[in-house]
């Protein structure tokens, strides 16, 4: 079913927005470790799991580039792939997220081998970069939009964790430091391309499942963790 009227850009924005109430900030798992509640395992968990979804954002970013014939568009959505990958002047999320490890207790080694990565987690992850690589690029786009929501999740771990987690080292915490300002840089682009490709009622309605399928991909992860992690063995 259909709107009959196309909506406003300020009223497909705010659509799109109010779908943070589904955003896995509001997931049990993720409750719980805002409050200080998850053990040091379930953390390690939480992270060894994670760092699958790191190391496939610059996949997701390919696929989107590879589909997508606008240069322009390019030109701007590459610098998610360097940001991610890193060069030798800055390292990068993906490392960034190792040291994180690290600082959790972890080996670079159990992280980059993916020894203690959940199957259902594996499958979200994989889900999401076939979408990507199959879908028409505007819409690719239109699913990174999560990170409209991602600061407020970014900023409660960095004022959260030093009380409830005093064990992790501090220098660990700099990838949810570093992901704030760039998370908002490329919020603007992928509403600027989304509010410019999806006009009509039946589009605008397509983005809106397309960013319910996203946010079930990062529920769904959590989902896998917390079902799971009370049967791993230790991580450390």
Not at 107 to 113: E, F, H, K, M, Q
Not at 156 to 161: F, K, M, Q
Not at 180 to 189: G, K
Request: hydrophobic share 40%.
């Amino acid at each position: 079913m259909t709107h009959p009227v196309a909506w406003t850009a300020e009223e497909f924005e705010a659509r799109l927005r109010a779908k943070q109430a589904g955003y896995h900030i509001h997931h049990p798992f993720n409750l719980r470790m805002r409050a200080g509640e998850c053990t040091p395992e379930e953390i390690r968990t939480w992270v060894a799991n994670r760092f699958y979804y790191q190391v496939n954002i610059p996949l997701k970013d390919a696929a989107i580039l590879s589909n997508c014939p606008d240069r322009a568009t390019r030109r701007e959505w590459i610098v998610r792939i360097h940001d991610h990958d890193g060069d030798d002047a800055q390292p990068g999320g993906i490392e960034s997220w190792v040291r994180l490890g690290v600082a959790v207790g972890l080996t670079r080694d159990a992280l980059w081998s993916h020894r203690h990565l959940l199957p259902g987690v594996r499958f979200a992850v994989d889900a999401y970069v076939n979408f990507a690589r199959r879908a028409p690029w505007q819409e690719a786009v239109c699913s990174s939009l999560t990170e409209m929501f991602a600061p407020d999740i970014h900023k409660e771990r960095l004022a959260g964790w030093p009380e409830h987690y005093p064990w992790v080292q501090p220098e660990g915490l700099a990838y949810f430091r570093s992901r704030i300002p760039l998370a908002s840089r490329d919020v603007e682009h992928g509403l600027r391309v989304t509010l410019d490709y999806f006009r009509t009622p039946e589009q605008q309605l397509r983005a809106l499942d397309i960013l319910q399928f996203k946010l079930d991909i990062l529920w769904s992860m959590l989902d896998a963790i917390q079902q799971a992690h009370a049967h791993e063995p230790s991580l450390v």
